[in-house]
């Protein structure tokens, strides 16, 4: 069994910040992908960021790109989300998931296990 426990978020003014956690246990990731989603209302959820769990590669949607940055801290089994420049249009609940492939997924479909969400909102 896995377990996704996201925190961090939070209402904030259009352009600060926030940093995303995502905590995650019942077993090694060594292997996994990680990456981050969002869904706001009426749109679909949308890809925003991605991770190898063992390091090196990510991947960021051009909309956030320059503005956010993943991360994960391999020994606190931790993969952060850190966002920048906040626009009202990044107002969303943000999702953590892990995939059981090992490479940079940016494709929802192909993720496994989710966190519940965090609901971030940006004020103008």
């Known amino acids: 069994q896995v377990q996704l426990v996201e925190s961090g978020g939070g209402l904030v003014q259009a352009g600060g910040s926030l940093r995303l956690s995502c905590a995650a246990s019942?077993?090694?990731?060594?292997?996994?992908?990680m990456g981050w989603f969002r869904h706001a209302p009426g749109k679909v959820r949308e890809f925003v960021a991605a991770?190898?769990?063992?390091?090196?590669?990510?991947n960021d949607a051009d909309s956030v790109k320059r503005r956010f940055t993943i991360s994960r801290d391999s020994a606190k089994n931790t993969v952060y989300l850190q966002m920048s420049s906040l626009k009202p249009e990044d107002t969303a609940i943000y999702y953590c998931?892990?995939?059981?492939?090992?490479?940079?997924?940016?494709?929802?479909?192909?993720?496994?296990?989710w966190g519940q969400g965090t609901q971030v909102t940006v004020s103008s």
């Open positions: 998931a892990a995939t059981t492939f090992g490479g940079v997924i940016t494709t929802d479909r192909m993720y496994s296990y």
């Open positions: 019942g077993r090694t990731f060594i292997h996994h992908g």
């Open positions: 991770v190898r769990w063992s390091g090196g590669s990510t």
